[in-house]
């Protein structure tokens, strides 16, 4: 064999490598511009509720996010393939305020439902699931419990902070894009939302549960503040639970992902 078509089928390996490796990770869409509150990468879109060390003011009450709903799109329809994957995660701390296990709590997610699209994707095993709210558009609500619910006391000390963050580490060859981030109260309603550029709107005050096995009368309780308190350690990476379905997925995605486009 010549020289030449050794370097020739060489160079066209290393391409096929670079290919494979590209596919293998979806990236988020780096949002420029955003507001001092929205850190943006290819890997997280992180929004922070509240932390004096980054000049974050208490815009609101962490005790009063019940849930949350992230609405995501694929910004390259063509190559879509549903393959979007990752978690959605609260930190919060310091430990001496929260739960050790709070300055990471991860929820994940894999794939999508799409019917427009004939696409299910979706790991059943996952605890959050994104389903189509428009073209190439998907939504996910996840409310929260004791095990991943954000701490108001964090805003009892002066290092402390809550954030909440979207992951992003599947196969999709299609960069995906945060559309928006709601604040859900106890009743799974809306009452504040973050748009793609990170600036935060009140959409109503957030409802409390009723209590109606107690004695009324015509007091009304003054509404609880948030304590919290701690020193912000650095957050653990925490991506143990999706990230290992998300490394077979890799594999699998590597093998097909180059020879398929969206028509």
């Given at each position: 064999?010549?020289i ?31 507001a ?32 949350v709903?992230?609405?995501?799109k694929?910004d ?6 549903g ?31 799409d019917?427009?699209?004939e ?7 996952a605890?959050?699931q ?5 073209d ?10 004791d095990?991943?619910?954000p ?8 290092d ?16 995906m894009?945060?559309?928006?981030l709601?604040l ?15 600036n ?16 009324s ?10 304590s919290?308190s701690?020193?912000?350690g ?6 143990a ?17 180059l ?5």
């Amino acid at each position: 064999m010549k020289i030449a078509k050794i370097l020739s089928a060489a160079a066209a390996c290393a391409v096929a490598a670079t290919a494979l490796a590209v596919s293998a990770s979806a990236e988020l869409t780096v949002v420029e511009g955003a507001a001092a509150e929205l850190a943006s990468t290819t890997g997280r879109w992180a929004y922070t509720i509240y932390c004096p060390n980054e000049n974050v003011p208490l815009n609101i009450n962490p005790d009063d996010i019940k849930g949350v709903r992230f609405t995501i799109k694929a910004d390259e329809p063509e190559w879509f393939e549903g393959q979007t994957g990752g978690a959605i995660i609260v930190s919060c701390g310091p430990v001496s305020v929260t739960p050790e296990d709070h300055n990471w709590a991860s929820t994940g997610y894999w794939g999508v439902i799409d019917e427009d699209l004939e696409l299910d994707t979706h790991d059943d095993t996952a605890a959050v699931q994104f389903t189509r709210v428009g073209d190439y558009t998907y939504a996910a609500t996840l409310m929260f419990d004791d095990s991943n619910r954000p701490y108001g006391e964090v805003t009892s000390v002066e290092d402390g902070w809550c954030k909440i963050n979207l992951d992003e580490w599947g196969t999709d060859m299609s960069a995906m894009s945060v559309v928006s981030l709601e604040l859900l109260d106890a009743s799974g309603a809306t009452f504040a939302t973050v748009d793609a550029m990170g600036n935060l709107s009140m959409d109503s005050a957030p409802s409390t549960p009723s209590t109606p096995d107690e004695p009324s009368d015509n007091n009304t309780a003054a509404p609880s503040t948030p304590s919290n308190s701690g020193d912000k350690g650095s957050p653990d990476t925490g991506v143990a639970g999706v990230a290992a379905a998300a490394g077979v997925a890799v594999l699998a995605a590597g093998a097909v992902v180059l020879t398929k486009k969206r028509k």
